[in-house]
């Protein structure tokens, strides 16, 4: 596993990839300092009692969208990687089964991903401190709106790989990305069983079943790529 591990690592080096694990948070960032900085009255005036608790709710908001097109994003740009050098069958030929190729295939980009939460955390931080919202930051709410949400996402993440490596194609895996992560912010009223609402609501019941749902997921998908012909 650690030789896909390191032929991905190698691939996305001058690519565009890295680039945009940290535009993401860097984008949100920014976002969020516009919108402070020309609001600042109004807004530290409706966040009074809890200004941090404001900002941190602020940023999820974005965050979720961003993170859910990044998913859809970063999968699709590893896999033509695969695709478009005809690497599927070197990669299959290392001396491990399918199913450890496409688990190392699911945790990498699980990782950048996840590198790209803890650089909000940071971001967060920095820009909350810029803001003039003291040192008294809550760790605890930082935390769970930069991880719980990457969390509950896990069966997008796993559906979006499946699809990334299924159709050579890549249109067809990023419209279906895109469409459901725009739509993800109109299902704040949606029923609490929606999977696509779990990123929204930041606490463990979306987080244990996202992450419950998420191995199914991979579970199933895995299973599929194991018997499928990928070229």
């Known amino acids: 596993m650690w030789g896909v591990f390191s032929s991905d690592l190698l691939k996305i080096k001058r690519k565009l990839i890295l680039f945009l694990i940290v535009l993401g948070p860097l984008g949100?960032?920014?976002?969020?300092?516009?919108?402070f900085g020309l609001r600042y009255n109004y807004l530290t005036k409706l966040y009074a009692s809890?200004?941090?608790?404001?900002?941190?709710?602020?940023?999820?908001q974005l965050s979720v969208v961003v993170m859910l097109l990044g998913i859809a994003i970063i999968t699709s740009l590893m896999a033509?990687?695969?695709?478009?050098?005809?690497?599927?069958?070197?990669?299959?030929?290392?001396?491990?089964?399918?199913?450890e190729v496409y688990t190392a295939k699911f945790l990498f980009n699980g990782l950048l991903l996840f590198s790209s939460c803890i650089l909000?955390?940071?971001?967060?931080?920095?820009?909350?401190i810029a803001l003039g919202f003291?040192?008294?930051?809550?760790?605890?709410?930082?935390?769970k709106i930069t991880f719980f949400p990457f969390l509950a996402a896990?069966?997008?993440?796993?559906?979006?790989?499946?699809?990334?490596?299924?159709?050579?194609?890549?249109?067809?895996?990023l419209t279906f990305g895109i469409v459901y992560a725009l739509f993800s912010s109109y299902t704040r009223n949606a029923p609490n069983w929606l999977p696509?609402?779990?990123?929204?609501?930041?606490?463990?019941?979306?987080?244990?079943?996202?992450?419950?749902?998420?191995?199914?997921?991979?579970?199933?998908?895995?299973?599929?790529?194991?018997?499928?012909?990928?070229?």
């Open 28 to 35: 949100v960032i920014g976002l969020e300092a516009v919108n």
């Open 50 to 60: 809890d200004l941090w608790s404001g900002l941190l709710n602020n940023v999820q």
């Open 80 to 99: 033509t990687i695969e695709h478009q050098t005809n690497a599927w069958k070197q990669v299959l030929a290392l001396p491990i089964s399918r199913t």
């Open 120 to 128: 909000l955390a940071f971001g967060s931080v920095i820009l909350g």
């Open 134 to 143: 003291g040192t008294d930051i809550p760790y605890t709410d930082l935390l």
């Open 154 to 173: 896990l069966p997008f993440l796993a559906v979006q790989i499946w699809l990334a490596v299924t159709f050579k194609n890549q249109s067809i895996a």
């Open 196 to 231: 696509l609402k779990w990123p929204l609501m930041m606490n463990y019941f979306s987080v244990i079943t996202g992450v419950v749902t998420g191995l199914i997921v991979l579970t199933i998908t895995l299973v599929d790529f194991a018997k499928r012909d990928v070229n």
